[in-house]
């Protein structure tokens, strides 16, 4: 995901911590588990690219209400214990594991597993998926219904990430592809400051 660091807000004199955020993602899974990867996505978006401050509960909370989350039930998760029991037994896993830097991948397939710790792309995960499972994933089909299948799925994404998902040759290429759905009114362009995401409509 592109960051922007202008008017950056994530932390300040009272909000110094991002524990509310990974507690946040818990509570999303314990309350809507189909709606908590959009939500981390939709959190991430809101920390990295609008500069908002999400360390606020409010902010955390309007995240939440965007992505369809009952808002209540997403409330009595966060603040009852559950969620940050979730968020510390993932600490343990780091602590076990020797996690000391993000970002850092478990991969895992039957009894074997992988530890990658440091940003890759699509080629190395391939070929650890092949290592652990002796099937090699097949490359996406560059194809419109595919890349609409994915944007209902995740809503909201950057041009650089479906370049890299699809392996289109640049961000231009990906704008040409896209153009029938944005005609359609599937989907639309958000603009921030030093870009702009696709947002999924339908």
Known sequence: MPINMTNFA??????????PLNIAFKAAQIVDAARAERFLYRLRFATVAECRPTTKLTEIL???????IDSK????????????????????ICRRLEIHSLPSYLIQFKSRGALIQNLVGYETFAQVFAELSGIRPP?????????????RRRVLMSPIELREAFGFDDVEQVRRFIAPL???????????DGGRFIEWEV
Not at 10 to 19: P, R
């Open 139 to 151: 490359p996406p089909p560059k194809t419109l219904d595919a890349v609409r299948e994915l944007l």
């Open 10 to 19: 994530l932390f300040s004199t009272t909000e110094t911590s991002s524990d």
């Open 62 to 68: 309007r995240v939440a209400i965007q992505c369809g």
């Open 73 to 92: 039930k997403f409330l009595a998760a966060f603040n009852d214990g559950r969620a940050e029991k979730n968020f510390r037994a993932d600490l343990e």
């Open 182 to 192: 944005i005609d359609s009114g599937e989907i639309k362009l958000v603009g921030i």
